[in-house]
Nanobody
Framework: QVRLVESGGGLVQPGGSLRLSCVAS????????MGWYRQSPGKERELVAT???????NNADSVKGRFTISRGNAKNTVYLQMNSLKPEDTAVYYC???????????????WGQGTQVTVSS
C-alpha cells in the first residue's frame, strides 16, 4: 500500500510562515510528480504547486512569489514553504503524488489525508 502523510499545518497570523511536509511510503518504484492542492469550504480543490521528477515546478498564480515547493534528498518527500500568508490561504492542504508501483506502471494518483492551515489574527 502506498501512503502519503502530511504534517506542518496549523494556525498562523497574516504575514506569517508555515512549512508543510509530505512523505510518500509503501511499494513505490518511481515518482512522476508530487505536489500540493488545497480546498476551502464551498470551493473546489485547487492546485497550489507541483514538482516533477526532474525538478520542474509549477505554482498557482495566487501563490507565486510567496510559496516554494521543493523535494527532499530522498525524493519521496515534498515540502511547501509558505511565506507572507494571507487569510485567503486558509484551507485544507492535500499532498498529491503520481506514483509508480508494481503492476501500475503508468502511474496512479494518490492523496494524503490533508492538513489544516488557518491564517487569522
Amino acid at each position: 500500500q502506498v501512503r502519503l502523510v502530511e504534517s506542518g499545518g496549523g494556525l498562523v497570523q497574516p504575514g506569517g510562515s508555515l512549512r508543510l511536509s509530505c512523505v510518500a511510503s509503501g511499494s513505490i518504484i518511481g515518482i512522476k510528480a508530487m505536489g500540493w492542492y488545497r480546498q476551502s469550504p464551498g470551493k473546489e480543490r485547487e492546485l497550489v504547486a507541483t514538482i516533477t521528477t526532474n525538478g520542474a515546478t509549477n505554482n498557482a498564480d495566487s501563490v507565486k512569489g510567496r510559496f516554494t515547493i521543493s523535494r527532499g534528498n530522498a525524493k519521496n518527500t515534498v515540502y511547501l514553504q509558505m511565506n507572507s500568508l494571507k487569510p485567503e490561504d486558509t484551507a485544507v492542504y492535500y499532498c498529491h503524488g503520481n506514483l509508480i508501483s508494481p503492476g501500475i506502471w503508468s502511474g496512479r494518483d494518490y492523496w494524503g489525508q490533508g492538513t489544516q492551515v488557518t491564517v487569522s489574527s
